[in-house]
């Protein structure tokens, strides 16, 4: 796979592209909760995606080389799942429910320490 560097996750584009509040709300609140993730598991290099009071700054773009290979392999075997699942899920709390994101990540780290 070649180094060209390309988005992951760009918070304006899905603002933009539905001018409904909840629709809004509902990608702040799941940005809010993957980049939080990625933040916690130490999945970002050099970016910071919360404001001084923790808001989500949503003028972020997340970009393959603002990611370690862990979080890049996230991206590529798992974030998509865990999206389909809140298109889905009609659970209140469905944003906070990583656990797919943290298999998955257990995943990758297990097959890299075999």
Do not use: C
């Not at 933009?16 to 629709?23: I, L, V, W």
């Not at 997340?62 to 590529?76: I, N």
Request: hydrophobic residues 40%.
């Amino acid at each position: 796979m070649n180094n060209e560097d390309f988005e992951l996750h760009n918070i304006p584009m899905l603002l933009g592209a539905n001018k409904s509040k909840e629709y809004q709300n509902q990608i702040i609140r799941l940005s809010t909760s993957l980049l939080t993730f990625l933040k916690e598991n130490h999945l970002l290099i050099n970016v910071e995606p919360f404001d001084l009071e923790g808001n989500l700054k949503t003028d972020f773009i997340l970009m393959k080389s603002a990611v370690t290979e862990d979080g890049f392999d996230l991206f590529r075997k798992y974030v998509s799942g865990w999206l389909k699942y809140l298109d889905k899920s009609t659970v209140e709390n469905k944003y906070e429910n990583i656990s797919r994101l943290e298999k998955g990540l257990a995943k990758i780290r297990e097959l890299k320490n075999l």
